[in-house]
């Protein structure tokens, strides 16, 4: 655990960047005293932050470039234009072995282009899956695909659940992590090809993953897996249906507590209980969504984070490197690689 | 207003039939006075229940029959095998024209088939879908389709847009409700192929649709659109992500209020606002999921539902057969059907 390890910080990206960004790290060495800081952007506005916090200057290096990413950028044309801008000197850090992860709070569409231009594909691995996770009523569940594919084949799904699978175990602390595939039902004969074919797939035996099978909805919040796994439309989807129902809900709750004296009274005296509630269902504790599959620990923030959120994110990145995610994706490869011709190669030639 | 409606019940149908649906009538009939009842089922079971009540004795009617569809029969066996069963003949009695909407609480999938088969499909609408409302920061807001197609294509999602146009205008009494698609994003390039294609028919000069464009997950709780149009996968997922969601949600909280005297007396000061939030997100007051599509009124009631519920999924059939909603879908689908060929062929065409 004692193992240096360095973040290249997009310092740039961030609705409150780069002060955000800065105190988020301040945070996160208090946590992870081991690690190094290589910030990137503007050196005028991050030097008398940074001068101000003599920890986290001992243990920040400054790389100076003017140029950013801005929010409302295209993913083409950030990849195409933004070879100076502070996201990608930062990534590029990771893929020149100058860092370990690389952690931003910029544009989601850019950093994943970036990202997977600069830091390749892993082997064995088709396409990225942005990954987060989530309070759920069992502890903490991870949900991927988020959105990174609008459309996912069953070779897809099954790499996601493996890739799902390392980062419950290496961030979540897990050890034999449950996988679910999302479906409208959970018999086997429910869903559409995609999802049926990849069932089976992690069914088979030998398969190294333990899979519970097809899982709803309304599973998700129950936390009955560990890992959803799922393409990135219906992802997306889901993900923002939850978080806009739980901001219903906050909604109106508080409207029912301003409702008349004795409401507000009530509320004074449930406050402290509340407080604990919404500190479970902080945002900020679940800040950190996660490209997987790219060659590298690259770690996406909230745009609209603060300091503590961002330090949330860095603890992610932190987590997968000291927890060996990288290697431990590759050995699950070798390993799903290995059983797939008895699975799957006598299927495919029967059609 | 003062029109004669005649309902027919699938009396065996749900978790505590045939008494809810019986008590579910009686409730029903009060604020609809208007209506008659055929009840389809047990005849022993039903008479005394029935003779309890004079007022809905008189406006009812009893057909026995001894066969019922299990909750877990596939639809397929059920269609083959329970033509005389409750749901079945309640079925067609609306074929026949003797009812003018059939309401069950019944197994789903046997319903939509047995409706689809019996009542036909709508001219100019392909496939079934599955509505239903809920509440919203706004107010009330349809969704369709919530299961009923796992792969929809473009012209599927257009039909789902006018007949949840429609819906919205009879049953929440909207004047020009606003549409929209779920989408991974709101910009135009986002998404699959066929929300892109569904959306570009729907943006089209002289659409009668008031089309908002894509929305995201979030949008659903925010009430940002009146009618939420998406393929059956999807919404199937999302309704089922908001119902865990709340529940959670309910659960963290009564957990907080639990958590120590001060929080207990804090309840108590608040229960009556409380009481008014629970209300206000009571799920039997959105009871009534709708077959919109088919050639007759056909509700879908949960099946774990209560009376006061089962009632309200009375009310939705009879609010679609007073605002005619079936006519209103006819002349809909006129209208995008004359809108067509300018808007659609020539793409086509070009192809």
Known sequence: MGDRVIIALDAMGGDRAPDMVVKGASIALQRFPQVQFIFYGA???????IGKLPRLAQRATIRHTDDIVTGDAKPSVALRTGRRSSMRLAIDAVAEGEADCVVSAGNTGALMAMAK???KMLPGIDRPAMASFFPTRRGESVM????ANVECDADNLV??????????RTVLGLLQPTVGILNVGSEEV????EVRAAAARLRAPGCPIRFHGFIEGDDIAAGTVDVIVTD???GNIAV???????RLYADFLRAAFKHSLTARLGYAFAATALKKLRARLDPRRYNGAVFLGVGGIAVKSHGGTDALGFANAIGVAVDMKVNGFL????????TLAALQPAVDKPQSAAL
Not at 144 to 147: E, V
């Open 240 to 246: 923002k249906t939850a978080e806009g129902t739980a």
């Open 43 to 49: 050196d005028s506005r991050l030097q008398p932050v």
């Open 232 to 234: 990135g439309f219906t």
């Open 327 to 334: 290697d431990k994706i590759s050995s699950g490869v070798a």
């Open 117 to 119: 231009f600069a830091l």
């Open 144 to 147: 991927l695909d988020l959105g």
């Open 190 to 193: 429910k869903g559409h090809e």
């Open 159 to 168: 790499q996601f659940a493996l890739m799902g699978e390392v980062f419950a």
